[in-house]
DNA sequence: TTGAAAGCGCTACCAG
DNA sequence: CTGGTAGCGCTTTCAA
């Protein structure tokens, strides 16, 4: 592969005015800008990156961690990263396959490795302890749907308590009075936090939910038709459910109509997080919105800041998220007294 | 940031042990690696891989180039190039935001910047000539869904044509003899190619499909519901409908049912595709799978391979992928002779 | 305005 | 088995 050197030999100048070229640096004669441009162009010449990042010390990248590309929450939250990325001519480097403590802390170690000058991490089960001492390491470490209150300069995330209480004031203002939920199986907070907001608010309004009309599904279409299975098993009656996100609220719609309920007629279906899926389904699934790819190009520019050694931090900052209702067709008001 | 300068100098060994520590190279002494590792531990010490890539050649990273991470089909690109990245200890670069030649080529050259080992690009405006010049430049590229005959061996493409014939046998062996289509309105070639497929194997057949049933529109939910409305709006009569893309399938079973035709018993629809929405959709909608997430795969192993010196490329291959038809349940046979 | 040279952090070669 | 050192491709002083 052709070099700097290889360029300055055939335009018979300096390394060091090739370099001030490509950088568009200050005193440099027209002639030798023409002269080292018809080289580059004719060599079809590309400088190294690594080389710049070795000694400029910053790598123009920016990291993300997530577990997949296939779900379209983290597919957005990266889409939103990599935006930032372009506008800001920086290169998007990506980890996934996260299972564990263990993948998580390994995903984030190949982008230190890379000297990614900002890491957007969605990390679920690495420690507080562990990620406080790593935004110690990286500058521009960024936690998306999470918080810690140590590092909250950090934090973009959604209050999933609000979302709750949002979902079950909608459902409320809809005359329901029995209701069901199904939540994720996995015990990372977001369920727990939903569940939390929604159960806290009913409670407020002096209703109360059946344990039993409390699920716990894989977080998938098929989970959300098991759980809805489950729910319907029970034998006990409910007209709104409230499911912890949309693909989860979709399989549920679909059980249930398998089952001679029509949606919102009958039971009025609720979900969480507002993907593209839910704009696709019949009846248009209502859901709460978790505004993921703005809040990605935010963190992605907090990042961006916060890895910036001229800008102060100020670490009063908070980035909370508030989930918006999106009513759509599958729930309704329930004409029953 | 600590350097391996520095886990030398507190190891009290030089920078070259560190470094076979560091590879686990051969011929170092037990009691040295133990020294060194407990060094890097506490040093907490991360080595630079830009470093590494400037001396070794060798970048470690994949790139991929696509339009975008929020269209499913090309997250599941991503996903499966990421796959392998990770199998091989590589990172993945992305270079997204495609809507010109030039912006394709811009995409590129970042990716040639970072020195990428293998490159998996999508490319739908580069004209074939830049393509076959840039093989020269990098011998890790790859193109997926795309075929350029001088470079067959670096091509991982679905055939197209062979893809509309499989749609016109399966809705010929249903019984339909009046048929619609929805394509796409953007003149590349893979709609084009579908649709010649499609109508050539209903000749083959004997049947013709008229030209007013035959519609183009935006390649999104919102397009196929267009679509639909102006096949409906045009008075002809048919009873299955063959579309481009899945998103678009589902918008048009929308606007069928919003008319009073049922699907499939008054019309069959037929996507494309074979994306996670297509299983969403209700009826789960009948499609030909596109395996994009193995091809992805398929993709990066091949470029891994052309990257390696050491094996020689065999300009004979060809990956060539024929789309399988899924049946779900939005075709059925049609019992009107 | 230009060139020479130091050095970014690391690997790999050559001596020992 | 270990250390010294050249050099990967580039930017950035410092002198000229």
């Given at each position: 592969?052709?070099?700097?050197?290889?360029?300055?030999?055939?335009?018979?100048?300096?390394?060091?005015?090739?370099?001030?070229?490509?950088?568009?640096?200050?005193?440099?004669?027209?002639?030798?800008?023409?002269?080292?441009?018809?080289?580059?162009?004719e060599l079809?010449?590309?400088?190294n990156?690594?080389?710049?990042?070795?000694?400029?010390?910053?790598s123009?990248?920016?990291?993300?961690?997530?577990?997949?590309?296939?779900?379209?929450?983290?597919?957005?939250?990266?889409?939103?990263?990599?935006?930032?990325?372009?506008?800001?001519?920086?290169?998007?480097?990506?980890?996934?396959?996260?299972?564990?403590?263990?993948?998580?802390?390994?995903?984030?170690?190949?982008?230190?490795?890379?000297?990614?000058?900002?890491?957007?991490?969605?990390?679920?089960?690495?420690?507080?302890?562990?990620?406080?001492?790593?935004?110690?390491?990286?500058?521009?470490?960024?936690?998306?749907?999470?918080?810690?209150?140590?590092i909250?300069?950090?934090?973009?995330?959604?209050?999933?308590?609000?979302?709750?209480?949002?979902a079950?004031?909608?459902?409320?203002?809809?005359?329901?009075?029995?209701?069901?939920?199904?939540a994720?199986?996995?015990?990372?907070?977001?369920?727990?936090?939903?569940?939390?907001?929604?159960?806290?608010?009913?409670?407020?309004?002096?209703?109360?939910?059946?344990?039993?009309?409390?699920?716990?599904?894989?977080?998938?279409?098929?989970?959300?038709?098991?759980?809805?299975?489950?729910?319907?098993?029970?034998?006990k009656?409910?007209?709104?459910?409230?499911?912890?996100?949309?693909?989860?609220?979709?399989?549920?719609?679909?059980?249930?109509?398998?089952?001679?309920?029509?949606?919102p007629?009958?039971?009025?279906?609720?979900g969480?997080?507002?993907?593209?899926?839910?704009?696709?389904?019949?009846?248009?699934?209502?859901?709460?919105?978790?505004?993921?790819?703005?809040?990605a190009?935010?963190?992605?520019?907090?990042?961006?800041?916060?890895s910036?050694?001229?800008?102060?931090?100020?670490?009063?900052?908070?980035?909370k998220?508030?989930?918006?209702?999106?009513?759509?067709?599958?729930?309704?008001?329930?004409?029953?007294?």
């Amino acid at each position: 592969m052709t070099t700097i050197k290889d360029v300055a030999r055939l335009s018979g100048v300096s390394v060091a005015s090739v370099s001030r070229v490509l950088n568009n640096g200050p005193k440099v004669s027209k002639k030798t800008i023409e002269k080292v441009s018809k080289v580059i162009k004719e060599l079809n010449y590309t400088p190294n990156a690594n080389a710049r990042a070795l000694v400029t010390q910053k790598s123009t990248t920016l990291g993300v961690v997530i577990p997949d590309l296939i779900d379209p929450f983290f597919a957005s939250l990266a889409n939103g990263v990599e935006k930032v990325a372009r506008k800001s001519n920086m290169q998007l480097l990506l980890s996934t396959g996260l299972v564990s403590a263990e993948s998580e802390m390994q995903a984030i170690n190949l982008l230190i490795e890379r000297r990614c000058d900002v890491m957007v991490v969605h990390s679920k089960k690495l420690p507080d302890q562990v990620l406080i001492e790593l935004s110690n390491k990286v500058a521009g470490l960024v936690l998306i749907d999470r918080y810690i209150e140590e590092i909250a300069h950090r934090c973009i995330w959604l209050d999933n308590i609000e979302g709750g209480k949002i979902a079950a004031r909608h459902l409320l203002a809809l005359n329901h009075k029995n209701f069901a939920c199904i939540a994720s199986k996995y015990q990372i907070d977001d369920p727990l936090l939903r569940l939390q907001g929604f159960q806290s608010e009913l409670k407020s309004a002096g209703v109360d939910i059946d344990p039993n009309l409390i699920e716990h599904g894989e977080p998938t279409l098929q989970g959300g038709e098991v759980a809805t299975q489950h729910l319907l098993a029970s034998g006990k009656r409910f007209s709104a459910l409230f499911v912890y996100n949309d693909a989860m609220a979709i399989g549920a719609i679909s059980t249930l109509e398998d089952n001679g309920f029509k949606v919102p007629s009958d039971i009025s279906v609720l979900g969480f997080d507002d993907v593209l899926l839910s704009r696709y389904s019949r009846p248009k699934l209502s859901t709460l919105n978790y505004p993921i790819e703005e809040m990605a190009m935010q963190a992605a520019n907090i990042g961006l800041e916060l890895s910036d050694k001229n800008t102060e931090l100020n670490k009063d900052k908070n980035y909370k998220h508030i989930p918006r209702l999106v009513k759509r067709e599958s729930t309704s008001y329930n004409p029953n007294k």
